[in-house]
């Protein structure tokens, strides 16, 4: 988290940082940089049309970009197969259900103990309303969606260094922010120490904008009454009969908001790919997988283990194991390849394509990542505390938690996710055994919900390093890289092309693994048009 | 060697190895203080850097792993007689592998992408570590000076 140190700023800083648009085009910039928050090029559905008679292509990986291939390809014409690692369709599109079994590398085995039909996602959760192309998928194999809650002014925002501890509800740290700088701009305004900037004309719009954005009072002060509560909320909420009278609530104090640095959490909605209206599939992130899954059906070999890739003049061989019978080899031949098997697995298959794919290929680590679903024996975040979806922040290694954005009301238990880790805290967590990863989740999550300890069920907790179908999250470009290898990597090396989120501008989002497959077939069929039929 | 124990005698271990694992989490050990922060994380010692780092990936037997790919065990594995084939193998980093390398955070990179770091002494001792563990018995150790003439004259690859 990006606090201040020492805690406190200058009026100078502090009108710097005013500038909420210089501070988003800021984080937009450097979030551009490294590829987030890119617009997503799916315009259209892609309509490739005549494969070239008895053309084939072998797809590598069942995630979503190779079952887009797949699908994409199988109705242009061509002849399709795909090898999946995994006894399932989805890679990373996944959901843990209670009854599931998950083992990760090193032997660690977990048994999910949730109740039927609760679920956490420990890939992929949220879907963003401008991400096209995976919600076009979504819409042509029939997965229901519902909304996914990012904002709930309703839930917290947490440091264990301010409040003594105590967690902060997200509406008193937004209304205060916004109500003290609102009301320090009008004063600098009417002070004269703005008119070198804003002349006067613009001076009365910007106190009346002012005065709308920091619900100030006629005074242009932010104080407790009526203006504020609406805002922050009641201390007693307004209601009906002879009680009815409400009870306005007490702001906190500029230098509280300020000290608490909670500040620094506010603006995670307001980030392109968090704005509302977010989606997530009815039953899990998973059902989009398993529904590509249902719609190739026999074209995908489960359990195959891509052990060698092979091209000559006439097509690609791959060297497979069918890991249900350990030893055994078995190769997948077509005219053509598209291979969507994350770098971190890629870079240690021996494959025959040139130096600089080959170099781009080893050029990319892989993010940790960590992330811990809890089931709780109620939804006390509901029934006690009226948290309905959402997130709350925390300062905690576990940094957030995030409230079920389906099932409210329901009796019973309830899963929450109580842990996504990134950097530092991701290796640690991913170092433990899955049961102290859990207990972790559950030591932390009661500095914010008192609840915890008396309500914990069970958890599971995956660590992405430690999935044995990718060997960690998502590949993790930096810019220098990103120049230097990343077109390398897209182009086709002789009857192979590589797809990906890897191979996208919006890596660890679905939307790359789709537009960068649409990307990549299109080139491939066109290349295979060029070559006429069977080559 | 270890690496080709019978699978059984393995998966023996492995069972053991699980159930110590979780024993332990649950005694709070006093060298155990869960999650460093970014400052208490530079204090920590190689045999440290391994638990809390390391074995996430290579295990905590110094195993390795397998599946759709593999992490090299370092059991038995002959390129851990180059000392500063390790180090700079950490300092560097190595496919999916990240580098370890003390560098400055770029300003305003988010937190996914904050990289991790090992101060040169801390590379050094966590090369020692495996060299020593795991079954290796190597003798030479690598210092600090080394760790960090490696580190200017290499640079990340990432």
Redesign the interface.
Known sequence: ??VDEKGSMTRRQLLRMIGMTAGSA??YQ??SS?G?AAESTFKRPIALRGAPKGASVLVLGAGIAGMVAAYELRAAGYKVQVLE?NGRSGGRNWSIRGGDTYTE????TQHCQFDRELYINPGPWRLPYHHYGILHYCKVLGVPLEAFVQVNYNAYLHSSKAFGGKPQRFRHVRADYNGHVSELLAKAVQSQKLDELVDKDDQEKLLASLRGWGALDKNYAYAKGTASSNRRGYEKDPGGGLSARPVPSDPMSLKDVLGSGLWAMLSAGENYEMQTTLFQPVGGMGRIGEAFGRELGPLIRYHA??LDIRQDEHGVTATYEDTTRPGSRHSARADWCVNT?P???L???PMNVGQPMAEAI????????VKVGLQFKRRFWEEDEHIFGGISYTDL?I?NISYPSTGYHSPGKGVLLGAYI????A???????P??RV??AV?YGSQIHAQYPREFDNGVAV?W????????CFG?W?E??RARHYDDLCRIDGRIVLAGEHASYIP?WQEGAVTSALDAIGRLHRRALAQGAKA | MNRNRPPSRR?AA?ALG?VL??AA??SALADDP???S?ST?KTIDGRQVY???????H??DGQG???????PAFAGNPVLASAPYLASTVLN?R?????FAERKAAP???????M?SLTDAQVASVVNYIRSHFGNHYADKITTAEVTALRLQSQP??
């Open positions: 988290m990006a800021a984080m450097a979030m490294l987030f690692y590398l090193g032997g660690f283990k891509v098997i770098l971190s697995i870079s240690q298959i080893a050029a990319v680590p892989y993010a940790a990542a290694p940094s990134w950097g530092l805290d290796m640690e967590f991913t170092a433990m055994p049961a102290q207990r972790k030591e660590a390093h430690r999935s044995p179908f990718t060997l960690g993790l930096s220098q890289a660890a | 998966r492995l699980l694992g979780l989490a649950g869960g999650v460093y970014a994380f638990t809390h780092i390391c074995q996430g990936c295990m905590p792993a397998v599946g759709a790919g593999h992490y980093g496919h999916d592998m990240p580098s305003g990179s988010p937190s996914f992408n904050r991790v690859a990432h």
